[in-house]
């Protein structure tokens, strides 16, 4: 083998291997890094509101100055919400159940804070929130009661309340870890219950407890009669970035939250461009395979007298194609190290940016990347191989 | 058997049955130009530009698939090219390697003594490009021999060498075919290797 190595390396152009090396390392680079790029984009969008699920919105009615000054009434009525219900761009609704009793909650940190105030709760339907269930779970009679704040709270209590009396800022983690004191009053009622974060939500402005506890809180701490309609509904959305859901929102006078649209316009935008990215990086790929597919050839086509004489002493096909079949697949394996390793000094890069952005961002894992690569490496090695063998089964057949 | 574009031939071979047994010496005398390469290209397997049919015992070669044909070719017809099929790029010693480690089938010591019986001992690395094209005949009779064989064809295998060279090879050449039971034939358009023949052939 060394032997026909030594006879077959004879006219290997370097300047072409370089040539494919360098297109097929840059293609191979794009694509991995586009995947990844993408996977880890997709991370900050989900993790940054984890129990949000992705294309979800929520509508409210104006709050205009007649409505103010007549009390008029900014609920949602059943007709209304089977209007929404049968919009086509709305896969699911989901009304916002505000409490009718009231809430006031404190919570102490070793002294350093009492912060104490009146609140209230909302609650949305379980399918809505994508905490996990045994997290999410009241049943009557618990003591303990999950709670969703929103990241205002904390940012108020960092950036305001923690600054101005020089306190140490939390962060979402050991806020977590903080029970709150909550007191519900209403219809004689007077209770106890400790509260405990699960969770915080930037695009949620309200104060989330389960749907079981405001069903039968609701009912306990306040007379029926009491009970509201919802003045917030949220929609699950098949598609975001569908134009019908502003002109929808416009015509029936409603709000939204609008960044909650926008990110999603910005996740289908990034899509986009990464799809872009990519092609130019699969379209790379193709041209540097195309690369060395005719250096093979040529190099096939200017030994093709020593392969000849090869198969004639006795070599068989298979024997004579594999020097030039293990070159092709060295290379690409060796393309596909750099590229990794490529992959991670430039993710490393963005990394660090992003967790500088977000710091509760959690590194997805770079196997999907690998695995696509593994495939890319698999199906560029096959068909160099195959190639290889056409060609000399071309000079077997000339005969 | 016959070209395919010819019929106006008259030969001891060409449009007729002949047979080749084993353990036998056989000549094809014949001018240049009347087929002797091509009927060692078509019993090779290189060629199959012919009419008619080429039996090794009792399967016609046309049946053969590629497996059959690097088999036949590694264990059972050895071949001396006229144009001898050496590698320019490669050493007179890695020339015969090449074959012999394919086949695993002579020991160094033999191929060591062949070189020295043919006188070109000092020339086993020197490269096929910078030697004669008599010593480069020497060469490729030994990669030819560096298998195992029923048959061996040697092409006008003497064309460039002298009396003695000629002899040696012929000795070397008959020795093993002994060694190995098989028939040998070869071919000259003149000059021919000096043996006890038992069949001469004119092409």
Known sequence: MKLVWKLLRQHISIPQFTGFFLANLIGMTIILLGIQFYNDTQAIYNGEDSFMKADYMIINKKVGVLSSITGGNNAFTKGEIEDINGQPFVERVGAFTPSSFGVRASFAMNGLANMSTDMFFESVPNDFIDVAREKWHYAVGDNELPIILPKNYLDLYNFGYAQSRSLPKVSEGILGAIKLQIRITGNGHNDEYVGRIVGFSSRLNTILVPED????????????????????????????????????????????DKSKLDASKTTYILRVVVAIVMSVGVLICILSLY??????????????????????????????????????????????????ALLLVARSLYLTLFESFFPDFVEPSILPSLIIGVILLIIVSVLNMIAVRQKVMAIWNKK | MVFMQRTDIQSDIWKQDVTFEKEKLYLIEANSGTGKSSLCSFI?????????????????????????????????????????????????????????????????????????????DDKKDAKIGQMSYGQQQRVALIRTLCQPFDFVFADEPISHLDDQNAAIMGQILTDEAKRQGAGVITTSIGKHIQLNYDKTFKL
Do not use: C
């Open chain 2, 44 to 120: 090779y397997g290189y060629r199959n530009d012919y009419l008619g049919n080429i039996l090794f015992d009792t399967d016609d070669i046309h049946s053969y698939n590629i497996s059959k044909w690097t088999d036949m070719r590694k264990r059972h017809i050895a071949l001396l090219w006229q144009e001898l099929r050496l590698f320019p790029e490669l050493t007179a010693m890695e020339n015969v390697m090449i074959k012999n480690k394919l086949t695993g089938f002579q020991k160094k010591t033999v191929i060591n003594s062949w070189f020295e019986q043919l006188g070109i």
């Open chain 1, 291 to 340: 690369i060395l597919m005719l250096s093979v050839f040529l190099l096939v086509q200017k030994n093709s007298s020593k392969l000849e004489n090869l198969l004639l002493i006795g070599y068989s096909p298979a024997k004579v194609s594999l020097p030039y079949q293990l070159m092709s697949v060295g290379l690409n394996v060796l393309v596909f190290i750099l590229a990794v």
């Open chain 1, 213 to 256: 506890f405001m069903k039968w809180a609701n009912g306990y701490y306040s007379d029926a009669a009491r009970t509201k309609n919802a003045t917030r509904i949220i929609l699950e959305l098949n598609n975001p970035a569908d134009d019908r859901i502003t002109t929808f929102v416009q015509d029936n006078n409603y709000e939204t």
